[in-house]
């Protein structure tokens, strides 16, 4: 019999930030698309931990705005003796974490996830190694940009022939981003996913909260997708 899978959630942060908004504000983690994960899975009864590739992060502007946050979840992010913040504040590097007592991955994400993610090698083997060990791995908006580097045993990205979603082309038109996306030599999620031979699914609406499960990989659209998200990699490691 195999080892039973760990009630244990690792959940990645971008270390990346740069400019992005108008008003001078930079991109970096989308702070609810952290937080929705991190309460739910604590819920749940995970145990619940953050990682990012450098052990270091900013915060999106944008995320610390109305609409994209409430005023109570406001208070925990700038509540250092809150759970999540002090995780936060004290985010581990890949070389900190044993992949092994993990049996749930989830990457959360921000813009800027794009620039950090495809390169992230400490934070793909880990997610690598709980999909070998039988796990689930997640990701929400533009944390679909590490999976493609999450590599199978035989080398090959564990999306491969799976359908994916992710934050859409149509929102980076939208939000009037595609251009600076383009200035970082980045592929938009849509892109990337089909360079790694993923169906990538669209949801009907860029901002509609919408999430893909295929088999142990459970992938979502955008920030209002944080929640259904989590509660679909919950569903799909209740089914191991």
Known sequence: MPAPVPRRALIAITSAHAQLYPNGGETGLFVTEALHPFEGFRKAGFEVDLVSETGQYVP??????????TDEELKVFEDHNSEFRSKLDHLHKPSDIDASKYGLFFASAGHAALIDYPDAKGVQELAAKIWENGGIVSAVC???AILPGVKDQSGQSIIHGRKVTGFTTKGEEELGALAEIQSWKRPTIEESAKDAGAQYVSPAGPWDAYQVTDGRLVTGVNPQSATVTTEAAIKAFDAL
């Open 60 to 69: 999106d502007a944008l995320s610390l705005t109305k609409p994209w946050i």
């Open 142 to 144: 533009h944390g679909g």
